[in-house]
């Protein structure tokens, strides 16, 4: 099993900035990709960017790219990933959850392709 704890939400005025983090727990060592998807009130869950560990790759949206950036902790322990989010808009207000999967996993940007999730963290961009 592996645990996920999101950090540092909150509210901030459009064209600011904010760094979500997600630390995990447990079997961290079986983890293959992170993600942050995000669901705003009456929508779905949508992805919003992506990390796989074999090979460092990321992946964003196109809503997002440009303005958020995925990274990981130094230590490439598989503790802890980061949403570095600039230039926010007010439409990027959402719960913002992360997940993560434990096996070999082709797509990277469904819910249903990853077995963990996060409790949530809101990011509220005011106009």
């Known amino acids: 099993q592996v645990q996920l704890v999101e950090s540092g939400g909150g509210l901030v005025q459009a064209g600011g900035s904010v760094r979500l983090s997600c630390a995990a727990s447990?079997?961290?060592?079986?983890?293959?990709?992170m993600a942050w998807f995000r669901q705003a009130p009456g929508k779905e869950r949508e992805f919003v960017s992506a990390?796989?560990?074999?090979?460092?790759?990321?992946?964003?949206a196109d809503s997002v790219k440009g303005r958020f950036t995925i990274s990981r902790d130094n230590n490439n322990a598989k503790n802890t990933v980061y949403l570095q989010m600039n230039s926010l808009k007010p439409e990027d207000t959402a719960v913002y959850f992360c997940?993560?999967?434990?096996?070999?996993?082709?797509?990277?940007?469904?819910?249903?392709?990853?077995?963990?999730w996060g409790q949530g963290t809101q990011v509220t961009v005011s106009s």
């Open positions: 997940a993560a999967v434990a096996r070999i996993s082709r797509g990277y940007s469904r819910p249903n392709e990853y077995d963990y």
């Open positions: 447990g079997r961290t060592f079986s983890v293959y990709a």
């Open positions: 990390f796989r560990w074999s090979g460092g790759i990321t992946y964003y």
